[in-house]
């Protein structure tokens, strides 16, 4: 039996409290980092996207982008666009933000703010992972200010009714379900 160090406890707890202060807190109720064969569907919805011009520069938002995996893999599949994570928890944001300077890829940042008072009107694209407590009100705001034309994904939750899918793609996958696609 291994004796684990009293810090591991106290950095263990610590980080388990934070985690459900900022998950009440933003009302994100325990959500989940994005799977990996989601992403991948993320990603060959863009290819298909881009297909006629595939080294245009786009520009991709991550709304609610919790730890950056997504963002960080959107960067590294498009070196040519530039991401902008946006996350409100600052433990998630700043554990993005090392991330991105381990992985050195310079066309990703992660902004910390509340993801619906930044403006996505100059986004190609938007990622969303957004519980039903804040899908609702980004259905209003893509509506309002998305720009024309740009290629919405959701994983999981869909957006409000008035949003007609594109797509809906089921995931293999143990948290991710689905992936929608939406035009604005």
């Known amino acids: 039996m291994y004796d ?8 263990l707890a610590l980080s388990a409290f934070i985690y459900v202060y900022y998950s009440v807190k933003t009302k994100t109720a325990f959500m989940f980092p994005t799977q990996q064969a ?6 060959n919805l863009i290819k298909t996207e881009n297909s006629e ?13 919790g730890a950056g995996g997504v963002a960080l893999k959107l960067a590294k599949a498009f070196p040519q666009a530039t991401v902008v994570g ?14 991105q300077k381990i992985s050195r890829l310079g066309n990703v940042h ?36 998305g720009k024309q034309g ?10 409000s009714t008035q949003w007609i899918p594109l797509q809906e ?10 992936i929608i696609a939406y035009r604005v």
């Open 4 to 11: 684990i160090p009293l810090m591991v406890h106290i950095v």
């Open 38 to 43: 989601a992403i991948d569907v993320m990603i």
């Open 53 to 65: 011009n595939p080294n245009k520069s786009i520009k991709i938002y991550d709304l609610g982008a």
């Open 86 to 99: 946006v996350e409100l928890a600052w433990p998630a944001w700043l554990y993005s933000c090392i991330r």
């Open 110 to 145: 992660f902004t910390l703010s509340d993801f619906m008072k930044v403006n996505v009107a100059d986004g190609d694209v938007v990622i969303l992972y957004l519980s039903d407590a804040y899908i609702g009100q980004m259905s209003e705001k893509l509506a309002k200010e």
């Open 150 to 159: 740009s290629l919405i994904i959701s994983n999981t939750f869909p957006l």
């Open 169 to 178: 793609i089921s995931v293999q996958a143990s948290v991710s379900k689905k």
